[in-house]
């Protein structure tokens, strides 16, 4: 058997569709577009290209997008100050502060300043409470797991019942993929086991899953033995293995990807699978541009 391919890359494409008709809805009714502040300290090269990446879809959606780059040795105070500011800032409705920070900035407390209304990312601990309530107390629920989720249901992968297992316990992926999933409602109401670098037997939990999460950063970490004929494999994992040269510009070197599973092996035995690169990755920018939106029609009061 050779499973069906999830793409995250067409998945993006109909959901960006679907928020740049909506923001041109909204601009007409009410004058109104989204605003979203990236916030970068530093020059990592990694950041930036997310950061950029960020800024250009919401570009192409109409949003009013600012990058905000500052020097990697900023104060933490003035990085706090600066928060602040986009904090009162009435035309911004989603501030992003993109990770990691330096070591002399205490992450925890760059969160905890954000208004966790505009906390598109939905690190805030207010979110995440709302998350772990569930039903309409989210706001914004975190944007990989909520990626992960909208690729489940948009492939019409029944959840309800289903047995879900989640490889991982990391803050922005494990946790919050788990919790969602096990919720009432569409999308969710799956049995959800979460195994991890403590568990034993991992292959024996993972065989159990008709829904396989892994996002344990660890290349191939799962064998295709480890995987339920037709099930649904999700891999989170993108790790940078290598180099080779680009195909745009052979003078230039590129990462080589590799996912946690052993993609080769596993579409012949999964139903459905997320390439690496091309399958999660896409969405979690998606999910950003779509919680930027939705901060905006809560402001507005249309959601
Ligand atoms: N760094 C890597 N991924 C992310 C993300 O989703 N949000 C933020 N703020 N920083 C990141």
Redesign the pocket.
């Known amino acids: 058997m050779s499973a069906k391919l999830i793409k995250g890359t067409e998945i993006r494409e109909q959901i960006l569709t679907e928020i740049a008709d909506e923001v041109a809805t909204i601009k007409r009714g009410h004058g109104a577009v989204p605003g979203l502040v990236t916030i970068l300290v530093g020059e990592n090269p990694a950041?930036i290209s997310?950061v950029t990446l960020k800024i250009k879809t919401a570009h192409r959606l109409g949003f009013n997008e600012i990058q905000d780059t500052q020097p990697i040795d900023i104060p933490e105070e003035e990085l706090l100050a600066l928060i602040d500011k986009y904090n009162n800032d009435d035309t911004i409705n989603g501030i992003?502060?993109?990770?990691?920070l330096p070591d002399h900035i205490d992450e925890k407390k760059v969160l905890n300043a954000l208004d966790p209304d505009k906390d598109v990312?939905g690190?805030h601990p207010i979110n995440v409470g709302r998350l772990m309530i569930g039903g309409d107390e989210v706001k914004f629920p975190?944007?990989?797991p909520a990626g992960i989720q909208e690729m489940i249901v948009r492939s019409g992968i029944e959840t309800k019942g289903a047995e879900v297992v989640v490889v991982g316990r990391s803050n922005?992926v494990g946790k919050p993929i788990a919790n969602m999933m096990f919720q009432k409602g569409p999308g969710a109401n799956a049995t959800v086991t979460v195994v991890h670098t403590g568990t034993k037997n991992l292959d024996a939990h993972c065989k159990r899953a008709d829904i396989l999460i892994v996002a344990a950063g660890v290349p191939d970490l799962v064998k295709p033995e480890w995987i339920k004929p037709g099930s649904c494999v999700i891999d989170v994992g993108v790790n940078r293995v290598g180099e080779k040269p680009s195909k745009k510009d052979p003078n230039k070197m590129v990462a080589v990807l590799k996912g946690d599973v052993d993609f080769d092996a596993a579409k012949e035995i999964a139903g459905y699978i997320t390439p690496v690169p091309g399958g999660v990755g896409p969405m979690?920018i998606t999910m950003?541009m779509k919680n930027t939106l939705k901060s905006l029609k809560f402001k507005l009061g249309i959601q």
């Open positions: 950041s997310y992003l502060v993109q990770l990691p990312d690190f975190p944007c990989t922005i979690t950003l």
